[in-house]
Protein backbone atom coordinates (compact mmCIF):
# COMPACT_ATOMS: atom_id res chain seq x y z
CA UNK A 1 0.00 0.00 0.00
CA UNK A 2 1.31 3.40 -1.00
CA UNK A 3 0.42 6.60 0.28
CA UNK A 4 0.80 9.96 -2.40
CA UNK A 5 3.13 12.53 -0.74
CA UNK A 6 0.06 15.15 -1.95
CA UNK A 7 -2.55 13.07 -0.37
CA UNK A 8 -0.30 13.13 3.38
CA UNK A 9 -1.79 16.70 4.90
CA UNK A 10 -5.38 15.68 4.22
CA UNK A 11 -5.04 11.79 5.96
CA UNK A 12 -3.15 13.30 8.84
CA UNK A 13 -5.66 16.10 9.09
CA UNK A 14 -8.75 13.47 8.93
CA UNK A 15 -6.42 11.27 11.81
CA UNK A 16 -6.34 14.31 13.77
CA UNK A 17 -10.30 15.37 13.68
CA UNK A 18 -11.22 11.69 14.80
CA UNK A 19 -8.73 11.71 17.57
CA UNK A 20 -10.59 14.58 18.71
CA UNK A 21 -13.82 13.05 18.18
CA UNK A 22 -13.15 10.24 20.04
CA UNK A 23 -12.93 8.35 17.32
CA UNK A 24 -9.65 6.24 18.59
CA UNK A 25 -9.90 3.49 16.12
CA UNK A 26 -9.18 2.86 12.69
CA UNK A 27 -9.54 0.68 9.54
CA UNK A 28 -7.76 -0.28 6.43
CA UNK A 29 -8.08 -2.47 3.54
CA UNK A 30 -4.78 -3.75 3.07
CA UNK A 31 -5.92 -4.44 -0.85
CA UNK A 32 -5.68 -1.16 -1.51
CA UNK A 33 -2.92 0.19 -3.42
CA UNK A 34 -3.08 3.92 -3.06
CA UNK A 35 -4.63 4.81 0.49
CA UNK A 36 -6.49 8.46 0.46
CA UNK A 37 -8.44 9.85 3.15
CA UNK A 38 -11.82 8.04 2.24
CA UNK A 39 -10.07 4.88 2.46
CA UNK A 40 -10.06 5.39 6.10
CA UNK A 41 -13.00 3.95 8.38
CA UNK A 42 -13.43 5.06 12.09
CA UNK A 43 -15.00 3.31 15.39
CA UNK A 44 -15.36 4.68 18.50
CA UNK A 45 -14.67 1.26 20.42
CA UNK A 46 -12.30 -1.67 19.88
CA UNK A 47 -15.56 -3.80 19.76
CA UNK A 48 -16.66 -2.12 16.84
CA UNK A 49 -13.70 -1.79 14.75
CA UNK A 50 -13.08 -5.95 15.47
CA UNK A 51 -17.28 -6.56 14.34
CA UNK A 52 -16.49 -4.40 10.97
CA UNK A 53 -13.23 -6.78 10.88
CA UNK A 54 -14.59 -9.32 10.86
CA UNK A 55 -17.70 -8.34 8.39
CA UNK A 56 -15.26 -7.52 5.52
CA UNK A 57 -14.05 -11.37 5.91
CA UNK A 58 -17.16 -12.66 4.81
CA UNK A 59 -16.23 -10.15 1.37
CA UNK A 60 -12.42 -11.57 1.36
CA UNK A 61 -11.36 -8.26 2.48
CA UNK A 62 -8.66 -8.29 5.12
CA UNK A 63 -8.87 -5.69 7.19
CA UNK A 64 -5.93 -4.16 9.46
CA UNK A 65 -6.88 -2.18 12.68
CA UNK A 66 -5.32 0.40 14.42
CA UNK A 67 -5.48 3.31 16.99
CA UNK A 68 -6.30 6.89 14.87
CA UNK A 69 -3.10 8.38 16.83
CA UNK A 70 -0.25 5.14 15.78
CA UNK A 71 -1.52 5.24 12.34
CA UNK A 72 -1.19 9.08 12.05
CA UNK A 73 2.41 8.11 14.07
CA UNK A 74 3.32 5.56 11.80
CA UNK A 75 2.29 8.21 8.63
CA UNK A 76 4.53 10.88 10.06
CA UNK A 77 7.24 9.06 10.68
CA UNK A 78 6.95 6.73 7.53
CA UNK A 79 6.86 9.92 5.30
CA UNK A 80 9.68 11.70 6.97
CA UNK A 81 12.21 9.25 6.68
CA UNK A 82 11.49 8.48 2.81
CA UNK A 83 11.85 12.26 1.98
CA UNK A 84 15.03 12.10 3.97
CA UNK A 85 16.48 9.81 1.84
CA UNK A 86 14.79 10.76 -1.51
CA UNK A 87 13.73 14.45 -1.98
CA UNK A 88 12.25 13.88 -5.25
CA UNK A 89 9.70 10.81 -3.91
CA UNK A 90 6.36 11.11 -5.12
CA UNK A 91 5.22 8.83 -2.91
CA UNK A 92 6.05 5.99 -0.08
CA UNK A 93 4.90 2.24 0.76
CA UNK A 94 3.15 2.19 4.36
CA UNK A 95 3.79 -0.66 5.74
CA UNK A 96 0.30 -1.96 6.78
CA UNK A 97 1.49 -5.35 8.69
CA UNK A 98 2.95 -2.84 11.12
CA UNK A 99 -0.75 -1.93 11.97
CA UNK A 100 -1.73 -5.24 13.42
CA UNK A 101 1.47 -5.60 15.92
CA UNK A 102 0.80 -2.28 17.16
CA UNK A 103 -3.05 -2.77 17.78
CA UNK A 104 -1.58 -5.78 19.63
CA UNK A 105 0.64 -3.77 21.53
CA UNK A 106 -2.41 -1.30 22.58
CA UNK A 107 -4.40 -5.16 23.79
CA UNK A 108 -1.76 -6.01 25.98
CA UNK A 109 -1.42 -2.58 27.77
CA UNK A 110 -5.45 -2.64 28.21
CA UNK A 111 -4.99 -6.02 29.38
CA UNK A 112 -2.02 -5.17 31.63
CA UNK A 113 -4.25 -2.21 32.81
CA UNK A 114 -7.53 -4.60 33.97
CA UNK A 115 -4.78 -7.28 35.50
CA UNK A 116 -3.93 -4.57 38.30
CA UNK A 117 -7.66 -3.82 38.86
CA UNK A 118 -8.30 -7.62 39.58
CA UNK A 119 -5.83 -7.80 41.80
CA UNK A 120 -7.15 -5.48 43.81
CA UNK A 121 -10.16 -8.27 44.61
CA UNK A 122 -10.03 -11.24 47.26
CA UNK A 123 -11.69 -13.37 44.36
CA UNK A 124 -11.95 -16.29 47.04
CA UNK A 125 -15.18 -14.19 48.51
CA UNK A 126 -16.06 -11.76 45.81
CA UNK A 127 -19.15 -13.26 43.81
CA UNK A 128 -21.07 -11.62 41.06
CA UNK A 129 -24.79 -12.41 40.22
CA UNK A 130 -25.93 -10.39 37.22
CA UNK A 131 -28.44 -8.52 36.48
CA UNK A 132 -28.99 -7.67 40.16
CA UNK A 133 -31.43 -4.80 41.34
CA UNK A 134 -31.81 -4.69 45.09
CA UNK A 135 -28.52 -3.67 47.29
CA UNK A 136 -28.50 -3.42 50.85
CA UNK A 137 -26.40 -0.05 50.47
CA UNK A 138 -25.35 2.39 48.91
CA UNK A 139 -21.58 1.03 48.64
CA UNK A 140 -22.90 -2.45 47.69
CA UNK A 141 -24.29 -0.87 44.70
CA UNK A 142 -21.10 1.14 44.06
CA UNK A 143 -19.36 -1.81 44.23
CA UNK A 144 -21.43 -3.88 42.35
CA UNK A 145 -21.06 -1.05 39.29
CA UNK A 146 -17.26 -1.62 39.39
CA UNK A 147 -17.48 -4.65 38.84
CA UNK A 148 -19.57 -5.07 36.36
CA UNK A 149 -17.88 -2.47 34.77
CA UNK A 150 -14.87 -5.39 35.16
CA UNK A 151 -16.46 -8.19 34.03
CA UNK A 152 -17.76 -5.88 30.62
CA UNK A 153 -14.41 -4.59 30.04
CA UNK A 154 -12.88 -8.58 30.28
CA UNK A 155 -16.01 -10.18 27.96
CA UNK A 156 -14.90 -7.27 25.41
CA UNK A 157 -11.27 -7.55 25.51
CA UNK A 158 -11.91 -11.53 25.01
CA UNK A 159 -13.22 -11.16 21.53
CA UNK A 160 -10.05 -9.77 20.23
CA UNK A 161 -7.62 -12.57 18.75
CA UNK A 162 -4.18 -10.12 20.30
CA UNK A 163 -5.23 -11.73 23.37
CA UNK A 164 -8.06 -14.11 23.54
CA UNK A 165 -5.39 -16.45 25.34
CA UNK A 166 -3.79 -13.84 27.38
CA UNK A 167 -7.38 -13.67 28.87
CA UNK A 168 -8.53 -16.79 29.04
CA UNK A 169 -5.12 -17.36 31.45
CA UNK A 170 -5.63 -14.46 33.61
CA UNK A 171 -9.34 -15.38 34.47
CA UNK A 172 -8.36 -19.01 35.41
CA UNK A 173 -5.77 -17.90 37.37
CA UNK A 174 -7.38 -15.92 39.51
CA UNK A 175 -10.60 -16.97 38.69
CA UNK A 176 -10.85 -21.24 39.08
CA UNK A 177 -12.12 -22.85 42.44
CA UNK A 178 -13.21 -19.81 43.56
CA UNK A 179 -17.23 -18.16 42.90
CA UNK A 180 -16.24 -16.35 39.94
CA UNK A 181 -15.55 -20.26 38.25
CA UNK A 182 -19.02 -20.49 36.59
CA UNK A 183 -18.67 -17.24 34.79
CA UNK A 184 -15.05 -17.66 33.41
CA UNK A 185 -16.51 -19.33 29.83
CA UNK A 186 -19.61 -17.08 29.59
CA UNK A 187 -16.75 -13.80 29.86
CA UNK A 188 -14.66 -15.13 27.22
CA UNK A 189 -17.57 -15.66 24.99
CA UNK A 190 -18.54 -12.22 25.04
CA UNK A 191 -22.07 -12.75 26.21
CA UNK A 192 -21.98 -10.30 29.78
CA UNK A 193 -22.40 -7.14 30.48
CA UNK A 194 -25.84 -5.33 28.32
CA UNK A 195 -22.67 -3.69 26.21
CA UNK A 196 -21.30 -6.80 25.58
CA UNK A 197 -24.37 -8.57 25.17
CA UNK A 198 -25.51 -5.68 22.54
CA UNK A 199 -22.37 -6.02 20.46
CA UNK A 200 -22.74 -10.04 20.07
CA UNK A 201 -26.45 -10.21 19.32
CA UNK A 202 -26.00 -6.68 16.80
CA UNK A 203 -22.73 -8.51 15.33
CA UNK A 204 -24.67 -12.12 14.68
CA UNK A 205 -27.38 -10.48 13.19
CA UNK A 206 -25.52 -8.53 11.12
CA UNK A 207 -23.49 -11.23 10.26
CA UNK A 208 -26.45 -13.41 9.24
CA UNK A 209 -27.69 -10.65 6.89
CA UNK A 210 -24.50 -9.94 5.26
CA UNK A 211 -24.31 -13.95 4.63
CA UNK A 212 -27.90 -13.78 3.37
CA UNK A 213 -26.87 -10.61 0.97
CA UNK A 214 -24.18 -12.78 -0.36
CA UNK A 215 -25.79 -15.63 -0.70
CA UNK A 216 -28.23 -13.28 -2.92
CA UNK A 217 -25.71 -12.04 -4.69
CA UNK A 218 -24.01 -15.49 -5.62
CA UNK A 219 -28.09 -16.81 -7.07
CA UNK A 220 -28.48 -13.45 -8.92
CA UNK A 221 -24.46 -13.37 -10.80
CA UNK A 222 -25.19 -17.28 -11.13
CA UNK A 223 -28.30 -16.26 -13.81
CA UNK A 224 -31.12 -17.42 -11.15
CA UNK A 225 -32.27 -13.79 -10.83
CA UNK A 226 -34.33 -12.67 -7.10
CA UNK A 227 -36.79 -15.38 -7.34
CA UNK A 228 -35.52 -17.61 -5.18
CA UNK A 229 -34.82 -15.03 -2.21
CA UNK A 230 -37.70 -15.08 0.08
CA UNK A 231 -37.03 -19.17 0.11
CA UNK A 232 -33.25 -18.92 0.99
CA UNK A 233 -34.31 -16.45 3.82
CA UNK A 234 -36.68 -18.73 5.20
CA UNK A 235 -33.92 -21.55 4.44
CA UNK A 236 -31.19 -19.39 6.82
CA UNK A 237 -33.77 -19.08 9.47
CA UNK A 238 -34.74 -23.01 9.55
CA UNK A 239 -30.99 -23.14 10.33
CA UNK A 240 -30.52 -27.03 8.65
CA UNK A 241 -26.45 -28.17 7.76
CA UNK A 242 -27.92 -28.34 4.28
CA UNK A 243 -30.13 -27.69 2.17
CA UNK A 244 -31.76 -27.39 -1.65
CA UNK A 245 -34.00 -24.72 -3.32
CA UNK A 246 -35.46 -25.35 -6.91
CA UNK A 247 -35.07 -23.00 -9.52
CA UNK A 248 -36.78 -22.96 -12.98
CA UNK A 249 -36.74 -20.93 -16.56
CA UNK A 250 -37.47 -21.21 -19.98
CA UNK A 251 -35.15 -19.54 -22.66
CA UNK A 252 -37.16 -19.42 -25.67
CA UNK A 253 -37.73 -23.78 -26.78
CA UNK A 254 -35.41 -24.74 -23.95
CA UNK A 255 -37.01 -25.30 -20.51
CA UNK A 256 -34.28 -25.56 -18.07
CA UNK A 257 -34.91 -26.67 -14.29
CA UNK A 258 -32.32 -26.58 -11.36
CA UNK A 259 -31.41 -27.86 -7.96
CA UNK A 260 -29.51 -25.24 -5.52
CA UNK A 261 -27.24 -26.84 -3.31
CA UNK A 262 -25.78 -25.07 -0.12
CA UNK A 263 -24.38 -26.05 3.04
CA UNK A 264 -23.31 -24.50 6.50
CA UNK A 265 -19.39 -24.00 7.63
CA UNK A 266 -17.96 -27.22 8.84
CA UNK A 267 -15.66 -24.52 10.64
CA UNK A 268 -16.35 -24.89 14.52
CA UNK A 269 -18.90 -21.88 15.62
CA UNK A 270 -20.00 -20.82 12.29
CA UNK A 271 -23.40 -19.94 10.94
CA UNK A 272 -21.95 -18.83 7.60
CA UNK A 273 -23.61 -20.77 5.10
CA UNK A 274 -22.13 -21.30 1.14
CA UNK A 275 -23.51 -21.91 -2.29
CA UNK A 276 -21.44 -24.98 -3.14
CA UNK A 277 -23.56 -26.00 -6.70
CA UNK A 278 -25.85 -26.73 -9.21
CA UNK A 279 -27.76 -29.38 -11.32
CA UNK A 280 -29.19 -28.05 -14.54
CA UNK A 281 -30.95 -30.71 -16.12
CA UNK A 282 -32.18 -29.09 -19.98
CA UNK A 283 -35.61 -30.51 -21.94
CA UNK A 284 -36.07 -29.10 -25.60
CA UNK A 285 -36.96 -31.02 -28.63
CA UNK A 286 -33.86 -32.84 -29.11
CA UNK A 287 -33.94 -34.97 -25.62
CA UNK A 288 -33.18 -34.14 -21.88
CA UNK A 289 -29.32 -33.05 -20.71
CA UNK A 290 -28.10 -33.19 -17.58
CA UNK A 291 -24.75 -31.75 -15.90
CA UNK A 292 -23.40 -30.39 -11.99
CA UNK A 293 -21.82 -27.07 -12.34
CA UNK A 294 -20.03 -25.93 -9.03
CA UNK A 295 -20.07 -22.47 -7.96
CA UNK A 296 -16.50 -20.63 -8.01
CA UNK A 297 -16.63 -18.17 -4.88
CA UNK A 298 -13.22 -16.71 -6.00
CA UNK A 299 -14.34 -15.43 -9.76
CA UNK A 300 -16.80 -16.27 -12.19
CA UNK A 301 -19.10 -19.30 -12.44
CA UNK A 302 -21.51 -20.54 -15.24
CA UNK A 303 -24.57 -18.92 -15.39
CA UNK A 304 -27.79 -20.79 -15.45
CA UNK A 305 -28.24 -19.43 -19.13
CA UNK A 306 -24.53 -20.33 -20.03
CA UNK A 307 -25.13 -23.63 -18.86
CA UNK A 308 -28.57 -24.19 -20.69
CA UNK A 309 -25.56 -23.19 -24.18
CA UNK A 310 -23.09 -25.49 -22.77
CA UNK A 311 -26.13 -28.26 -22.24
CA UNK A 312 -26.96 -26.92 -26.17
CA UNK A 313 -23.23 -28.07 -27.67
CA UNK A 314 -22.53 -24.94 -27.62
CA UNK A 315 -19.19 -23.05 -26.68
CA UNK A 316 -18.87 -20.14 -24.24
CA UNK A 317 -16.34 -17.38 -23.37
CA UNK A 318 -15.27 -17.37 -19.47
CA UNK A 319 -12.81 -16.25 -17.19
CA UNK A 320 -11.21 -18.88 -15.49
CA UNK A 321 -10.01 -18.92 -11.99
CA UNK A 322 -7.51 -21.38 -11.49
CA UNK A 323 -5.97 -23.56 -7.84
CA UNK A 324 -3.03 -22.33 -8.70
CA UNK A 325 -1.65 -19.16 -10.78
CA UNK A 326 -3.63 -15.76 -12.61
CA UNK A 327 -7.20 -15.86 -14.14
CA UNK A 328 -7.13 -16.30 -17.66
CA UNK A 329 -10.03 -16.15 -20.61
CA UNK A 330 -10.99 -19.35 -22.58
CA UNK A 331 -13.93 -21.09 -24.53
CA UNK A 332 -15.26 -23.82 -22.77
CA UNK A 333 -17.40 -26.62 -23.82
CA UNK A 334 -18.89 -29.98 -23.01
CA UNK A 335 -17.63 -33.30 -24.08
CA UNK A 336 -20.48 -35.65 -23.72
CA UNK A 337 -17.98 -38.43 -25.05
CA UNK A 338 -16.24 -38.45 -21.99
CA UNK A 339 -17.54 -38.34 -18.97
CA UNK A 340 -16.19 -39.07 -14.94
CA UNK A 341 -17.65 -41.39 -12.31
CA UNK A 342 -20.30 -38.86 -11.35
CA UNK A 343 -22.06 -38.81 -15.03
CA UNK A 344 -20.84 -35.29 -15.77
CA UNK A 345 -19.21 -34.09 -18.92
CA UNK A 346 -16.18 -33.43 -19.24
CA UNK A 347 -15.16 -29.53 -19.76
CA UNK A 348 -12.59 -28.53 -22.42
CA UNK A 349 -11.02 -25.28 -22.69
CA UNK A 350 -9.56 -23.78 -25.49
CA UNK A 351 -7.28 -20.62 -23.97
CA UNK A 352 -5.63 -18.26 -26.49
CA UNK A 353 -2.55 -20.49 -27.52
CA UNK A 354 -5.41 -23.25 -29.20
CA UNK A 355 -5.31 -20.20 -31.70
CA UNK A 356 -9.06 -19.87 -32.67
CA UNK A 357 -9.71 -16.21 -33.36
CA UNK A 358 -13.61 -15.05 -33.33
CA UNK A 359 -12.89 -12.28 -35.04
CA UNK A 360 -10.91 -14.02 -38.18
CA UNK A 361 -13.70 -16.38 -37.97
CA UNK A 362 -16.33 -13.98 -38.37
CA UNK A 363 -14.15 -11.68 -41.23
CA UNK A 364 -14.24 -14.62 -43.38
CA UNK A 365 -18.12 -13.95 -43.86
CA UNK A 366 -19.03 -11.16 -45.41
CA UNK A 367 -21.68 -10.04 -42.43
CA UNK A 368 -23.88 -6.35 -42.68
CA UNK A 369 -22.90 -6.18 -38.98
CA UNK A 370 -19.04 -6.07 -39.30
CA UNK A 371 -19.37 -2.63 -40.81
CA UNK A 372 -20.80 -1.27 -37.93
CA UNK A 373 -18.80 -1.44 -34.58
CA UNK A 374 -22.03 -1.14 -32.32
CA UNK A 375 -23.40 -4.03 -34.09
CA UNK A 376 -20.11 -5.82 -34.33
CA UNK A 377 -19.57 -5.66 -29.87
CA UNK A 378 -23.09 -6.94 -29.67
CA UNK A 379 -22.66 -9.75 -32.12
CA UNK A 380 -19.48 -10.54 -29.98
CA UNK A 381 -20.63 -10.26 -26.99
CA UNK A 382 -23.36 -12.46 -27.95
CA UNK A 383 -21.55 -15.45 -28.99
CA UNK A 384 -19.62 -15.13 -26.22
CA UNK A 385 -22.28 -16.13 -23.85
CA UNK A 386 -22.60 -19.17 -25.76
CA UNK A 387 -26.01 -17.72 -27.69
CA UNK A 388 -27.27 -17.97 -30.90
CA UNK A 389 -26.70 -14.79 -32.72
CA UNK A 390 -28.73 -13.62 -35.48
CA UNK A 391 -27.03 -11.35 -38.24
CA UNK A 392 -27.37 -10.53 -41.65
CA UNK A 393 -25.17 -12.22 -44.50
CA UNK A 394 -24.02 -10.25 -47.73
CA UNK A 395 -24.62 -12.53 -50.46
CA UNK A 396 -24.27 -11.33 -54.82
CA UNK A 397 -27.66 -10.71 -55.20
CA UNK A 398 -29.26 -9.73 -51.52
CA UNK A 399 -29.44 -9.65 -47.91
CA UNK A 400 -29.93 -12.98 -46.06
CA UNK A 401 -30.81 -13.30 -42.28
CA UNK A 402 -28.74 -16.29 -40.47
CA UNK A 403 -27.93 -17.58 -37.28
CA UNK A 404 -24.33 -17.72 -35.91
CA UNK A 405 -22.53 -20.22 -33.28
CA UNK A 406 -19.09 -19.92 -31.97
CA UNK A 407 -17.06 -23.57 -32.44
CA UNK A 408 -13.36 -22.87 -31.34
CA UNK A 409 -12.60 -26.57 -31.62
CA UNK A 410 -12.71 -26.26 -34.96
CA UNK A 411 -11.48 -22.64 -34.89
CA UNK A 412 -14.70 -21.50 -37.09
CA UNK A 413 -18.32 -20.54 -36.27
CA UNK A 414 -21.27 -22.54 -37.39
CA UNK A 415 -23.84 -20.71 -39.76
CA UNK A 416 -27.34 -21.40 -40.12
CA UNK A 417 -30.50 -19.97 -42.11
CA UNK A 418 -33.09 -19.15 -40.34
CA UNK A 419 -35.13 -22.87 -40.50
CA UNK A 420 -31.65 -24.35 -38.92
CA UNK A 421 -29.91 -25.37 -42.30
CA UNK A 422 -26.63 -25.46 -41.97
CA UNK A 423 -24.41 -23.28 -44.16
CA UNK A 424 -21.32 -23.01 -45.05
CA UNK A 425 -18.34 -21.25 -43.94
CA UNK A 426 -14.65 -20.53 -45.35
CA UNK A 427 -12.00 -22.61 -43.93
CA UNK A 428 -9.46 -21.55 -41.27
CA UNK A 429 -7.01 -19.42 -43.36
CA UNK A 430 -4.19 -20.81 -40.59
CA UNK A 431 -2.65 -23.24 -43.38
CA UNK A 432 -1.34 -19.99 -45.35
CA UNK A 433 -0.61 -16.64 -44.51
CA UNK A 434 -2.54 -15.44 -47.37
CA UNK A 435 -5.66 -16.30 -49.86
CA UNK A 436 -7.49 -18.83 -49.51
CA UNK A 437 -7.46 -22.11 -47.29
CA UNK A 438 -5.92 -25.34 -48.73
CA UNK A 439 -9.07 -27.13 -48.46
CA UNK A 440 -10.49 -24.80 -50.10
CA UNK A 441 -8.06 -23.93 -53.15
CA UNK A 442 -8.43 -27.74 -53.82
CA UNK A 443 -12.18 -27.89 -53.94
CA UNK A 444 -12.05 -24.95 -56.28
CA UNK A 445 -9.35 -26.71 -58.42
CA UNK A 446 -11.83 -29.55 -58.28
CA UNK A 447 -14.31 -27.41 -59.36
CA UNK A 448 -15.99 -27.67 -56.11
CA UNK A 449 -16.11 -24.07 -55.10
CA UNK A 450 -19.36 -23.26 -52.66
CA UNK A 451 -20.31 -19.92 -52.15
CA UNK A 452 -20.85 -18.54 -48.38
CA UNK A 453 -24.02 -19.06 -47.19
CA UNK A 454 -24.45 -22.17 -49.58
CA UNK A 455 -26.66 -24.85 -47.73
CA UNK A 456 -24.25 -27.63 -46.89
CA UNK A 457 -26.95 -30.00 -48.22
CA UNK A 458 -27.25 -28.93 -51.24
CA UNK A 459 -23.10 -28.56 -51.25
CA UNK A 460 -22.85 -32.31 -50.66
CA UNK A 461 -25.71 -33.41 -53.34
CA UNK A 462 -23.37 -31.73 -55.63
CA UNK A 463 -20.38 -33.25 -55.08
CA UNK A 464 -22.42 -36.61 -55.20
CA UNK A 465 -23.73 -35.50 -58.75
CA UNK A 466 -19.87 -34.76 -59.95
CA UNK A 467 -18.91 -37.96 -58.56
CA UNK A 468 -21.27 -39.94 -60.80
CA UNK A 469 -20.36 -38.56 -63.58
CA UNK A 470 -16.59 -39.88 -63.13
CA UNK A 471 -15.26 -43.24 -63.51
CA UNK A 472 -16.34 -43.96 -59.80
CA UNK A 473 -20.02 -44.14 -60.97
CA UNK A 474 -19.74 -48.23 -60.63
CA UNK A 475 -18.41 -48.39 -57.92
CA UNK A 476 -21.66 -46.11 -56.42
CA UNK A 477 -24.02 -48.73 -58.36
CA UNK A 478 -22.24 -51.17 -56.41
CA UNK A 479 -23.05 -49.79 -52.94
CA UNK A 480 -26.33 -48.89 -53.70
CA UNK A 481 -27.07 -52.34 -54.82
CA UNK A 482 -25.67 -53.77 -51.07
CA UNK A 483 -27.56 -50.76 -49.56
CA UNK A 484 -30.82 -52.22 -50.76
CA UNK A 485 -29.97 -56.03 -49.67
CA UNK A 486 -30.08 -54.20 -46.16
CA UNK A 487 -26.13 -53.82 -45.65
CA UNK A 488 -24.94 -51.05 -43.68
CA UNK A 489 -22.16 -48.90 -45.72
CA UNK A 490 -19.82 -47.10 -43.49
Known sequence: ????????????????????????????????????????????????????????????????????????????????????????????????????????????????????????????????????????????????????????????????DNVRDAVRDTLARMWEEGPMQKHIDPVLQGAYGEKAQFIIQHKIKIMNEENLEYLRKQMLYSGFGEGLNTQLERKLKEGHPDFQLNASHEFGKDKMDGVLYFSRSKQEGSDKYFFNKYDASLNNTHGEFSQTFFINNKGQSITFKEACNLLNGRSVYKELTPKEGTRYKAWVKL??????????????????????????????????????????????????????????????????????????????????????????????????????????EKRADQGQAREVGQPLSDAKQQNRSTSQNKKDRPLLEKKNQNQEKGQRIR
Open 335 to 440: DFNNRDEHGNAKLNIFNEKYGFSLKESLGRIPLQELKDPERMATLFATLEGGNMAKATLIKSDREMEVQLAADPKFKTVKMFDMEGVKLYVPAPKMEKQYGQALAD
Open 1 to 160: MHIQFSEVPAINKKLEEAILDQEHFVGVDQSIALLTRTDLYFFKSQEQAIVFQEFNAFHYKNIALSTASDLLMLIKDVSRNELRNNANAKSFELPVYLLDSMMAANDLMRLSDLKQLLDGYNWKAVSYEPNTTVFASHEEKVHYNRLEWLVEQFSALAQS
